[in-house]
T-cell receptor, first 111, second 115 residues
Framework: GVTQSPTHLIKTRGQQVTLRCSSQSGHNTVSWYQQALGQGPQFIFQYYREEENGRGNFPPRFSGLQFPNDSSELNVNALELDDSALYLC????????????FGSGTRLTVV | AQKITQTQPGMFVQEKEAVTLDCTYDTSDPSYGLFWYKQPSSGEMIFLIYQGSYDQQNATEGRYSLNFQKARKSANLVISASQLGDSAMYFCAMSTMDSNYQLIWGAGTKLIIKP
């Protein structure tokens, strides 16, 4: 399956945070989603072959990396209170349009 | 514009009854997929069922079925014989080739099963 770490963390406004995701074996694409409390998830970006392969309406302070072993990071700089959310990672195969496997998410609280 | 609409913020259903959760979608892409996910309070997204735009028959997975009405652009989830463990948030989502298969989500429906 997909593993995300940490499960919870608390950061102070202005700080930087790194969230991690380990993809399902055999998958080559990883996507990140932000889910604010009481809302549906919003697409942040997707990575394939270690390059960004699509981006939602998020500012550049949201950035990512994908590594050769298909693990991934989501980095957020200059944290704002509105960045408090559940961050979900999903892995899949490029171009399939189905078969997404989600991790359990990281709950980020910015104070 | 590509959009998913779920018009039921919350629903209460008696245990063992069937329940229908509504979902309408909007896309001009002829190739798309429709999904339903369950999200318990713990947060993980649990895949329930998938329907491709070219699939002729409605998808079924155990107690879950997807009522796919292409002309009306609706993809309602039907849960037969509801159980207490079905209480959760339910999200409808869509992927399209035009959007590079990113998932577009509805706002969700909170389902509570009453004993």
């Amino acid at each position: 399956g997909v593993t995300q770490s940490p499960t919870h963390l608390i950061k102070t406004r202005g700080q930087q945070v790194t969230l991690r995701c380990s993809s399902q074996s055999g998958h080559n694409t990883v996507s990140w989603y932000q889910q604010a409390l009481g809302q549906g998830p919003q697409f942040i970006f997707q990575y394939y072959r270690e390059e960004e392969n699509g981006r939602g309406n998020f500012p550049p302070r949201f950035s990512g990396l994908q590594f050769p072993n298909d693990s991934s990071e989501l980095n957020v700089n200059a944290l704002e209170l509105d960045d408090s959310a559940l961050y979900l990672c999903a892995s899949s195969l490029i171009g399939q349009g189905y078969g997404y496997t989600f991790g359990s998410g990281t709950r980020l609280t910015v104070v | 514009a590509q959009k998913i609409t779920q018009t039921q913020p919350g629903m209460f259903v008696q245990e063992k009854e069937a329940v229908t959760l509504d979902c309408t979608y909007d896309t001009s892409d002829p190739s798309y997929g429709l999904f339903w996910y369950k999200q318990p309070s713990s947060g993980e997204m649990i895949f329930l069922i998938y329907q491709g735009s070219y699939d002729q028959q409605n998808a079924t997975e155990g107690r879950y079925s997807l009522n796919f009405q292409k002309a009306r652009k609706s993809a309602n989830l039907v849960i037969s014989a509801s159980q207490l463990g079905d209480s959760a948030m339910y999200f409808c989502a869509m992927s399209t080739m035009d959007s590079n298969y990113q998932l577009i989500w509805g706002a969700g429906t909170k389902l509570i099963i009453k004993p």
